[in-house]
């Protein structure tokens, strides 16, 4: 049968005391009702806790035992309503988070020491996987938010709501070696812009549309804009394999400068000339199963209140 709560609280208190009188003053009752509460716990438990004679009252060897588990387990039932409260506020529990392998170079550390720090009682699963995978995540409900490169497909914008959390130019990321053809030192390089007329013949390391149709498009439309068309050198998934790629000289690759490296890595970076508002990525973190509705996701503002759910992240 069923051990309450009510009868674990008078068994330890009864231990306590070694003395039902004044256990049963402790309790604010009378000895009688405690007397027979601790005979229902033996009952239910099909032990004896105590030893009783007419002058004293002592544990037994499986009471002394059990004294210390039904101490740990009091003890979490009566943290049971912190903890509801604190999961309803959003302060304990556990929080998936995706995230695009761009984020990881300078986004996403500072985003966790902050929320590490508001949260102590968060627990993060951290999975790093491109936008398209994560919009289907979290439409699916297993993550709970994502740091995804907007815009957000026009078929999910009444599903998912989302929040604006940084915006960065646009860069070409190329080799020192292939900096100094252009007769520019590392210095020069990242802080001198580059016309892709100077560019036109390279190749370009660049991800499947696919995976993040904003950002290429973007990157499409500023070769575009010159009166280009890029040679699509090499496509690739992974961030670090794009970067690598163009360290080894397989192409140049336009990408956000949030991921730049740096020269002392065999790349060099430096701002599109003439890209404009055009040339800027937002990242944004996105957040599934919202309440109140999302705005399109074209548009520059979006909801205070999409991560609500564990309060993740207020900017």
Known sequence: MPVELRLLRYFVTVAEEMHFGRAAARLAMTQPPLSQAIRALEDALGVVLFERTRRTVELTPVGRDLLPEVRRLLAAADALRPLAQSLSRGEAGVLSLAFVSTADYGLLPALLREFNARYPGVRLQLTEATSDVQIDELVAGRIDAGLVIPP???????????????????????????????????????????????????????????????????????????????????????????????????????????VA????????????????????????????????????????????????RCRMIRL
């Open 261 to 308: 490296a740096s020269a002392a890595h065999g790349r060099g970076v430096s701002p599109v000339a003439g890209t404009g508002a055009r040339g800027r990525n937002r990242a944004r973190v996105a957040r599934g199963r919202s309440e109140s509705g999302v705005e399109p996701a074209h548009r520059d503002r979006a909801r205070a209140g999409c991560c609500r």
């Open 152 to 258: 957000l497909p026009p078929r999910h914008a009444m599903t998912l709501s989302y929040l604006p959390i940084a915006r960065e130019p646009l860069v070409i990321a190329m080799s020192t070696d292939a900096a100094q053809e252009l007769g520019q030192g590392a210095a020069e390089w990242t802080e001198t812009p580059v016309d892709l007329h100077d560019l036109a013949s390279a190749p370009l390391v660049v991800f499947p549309r696919r995976l993040a149709p904003g950002l290429y498009d973007i990157i499409m439309g500023c070769y575009g804009a010159a009166g280009l068309t890029p040679r699509i050198g090499q496509e690739a998934i992974q961030m670090q394999t794009i970067v690598s790629l163009v360290s080894a000289g397989h192409g140049r690759r336009a990408r956000a400068a949030v």
